[in-house]
């Protein structure tokens, strides 16, 4: 089974702060994506990467920047946290099949404060 | 504009009992369609994903059905069980050609089923 995993489940940090969420998945994919989940909203993509060293900006990337230095590793970036980035996000890979599911993490629940 | 769309918003079902979701979506040109099961704390998981050119899928007690002409598709769940208690997610692909389609999320139907 595809395995992407998430490094902490439960965050909180202070505004103004740095804040790194790191996603690793072992089924060699190379499409990696970047999501935050908020109530009555849905997913909403932030930023996703189709190879090492390559990214895309979503449709909500201001405030966030990602980094890929290796194929199984995704990292989101809040360079300066706020209180409305304050959410539930999800990490998910997928291959170059069109038709395969996108295999997500189990989410990091981040609190600013 | 490419848009998903779910109902109910939420729904309440006695367990055994049967259930069907709805999703109209608006995306062309159209690739797939995929219904996620989402349980609270924890991240979407594929139930199903169909092409134009498939009416109906299973994967258990699950049965999804789509019409692309009227752009709508259905989530069918039988005898359902207190595990099915879930937000169900409507997603809609895209097609652009060898690269991978963007993905439009319908804000999800919150199923809850009593004992």
């Known amino acids: 089974d595809v395995k992407v995993t998430q490094s902490s489940r439960y965050l909180v940090k202070r505004t103004g702060e740095k804040v790194f969420l790191e996603c690793v998945q072992d089924m060699d994919h190379e499409n990696m994506f970047w999501y935050r989940q908020d109530p009555g909203l849905g997913l909403r993509l932030i930023y996703f990467s189709y190879d090492v060293k390559m990214k895309e900006k979503g449709d909500i990337p201001e405030g966030y920047s990602v980094s890929r230095e290796k194929k199984e590793r995704f990292s989101l970036i809040l360079e300066s946290a706020s209180t409305n980035q304050t959410s539930m996000y999800l990490c998910?890979?997928?291959?170059?099949?069109?038709?395969?599911?996108?295999?997500f993490g189990n989410g990091t629940r981040l609190t600013v404060t | 504009k490419n848009q998903v769309e779910q109902s109910p918003q939420s729904l309440i079902i006695l367990e055994g009992k049967n259930c069907t979701l709805q999703?109209?979506?608006?995306?062309?040109?159209?690739?797939?369609l995929r219904w996620y099961k989402q349980d609270t704390g924890r991240g979407p998981v594929s139930l199903t994903i169909?092409?134009?050119?498939?009416n109906t899928k299973s994967n258990g007690r699950y049965t999804a059905t789509l019409d692309a002409d009227t752009k709508q598709s259905s989530l069918h769940i039988t005898a359902s069980q207190l595990s099915d208690s879930a937000s169900y997610i409507c997603v809609v692909s895209d097609y652009r050609g060898s690269t991978l389609g963007r993905l439009y999320f319908g804000r999800g139907t919150q199923l809850t089923v009593w004992p």
């Open positions: 169909m092409t134009f050119s498939e």
């Open positions: 998910a890979s997928t291959g170059w099949d069109l038709n395969s599911p996108l295999h």
């Open positions: 999703c109209n979506y608006t995306v062309s040109p159209f690739s797939n």
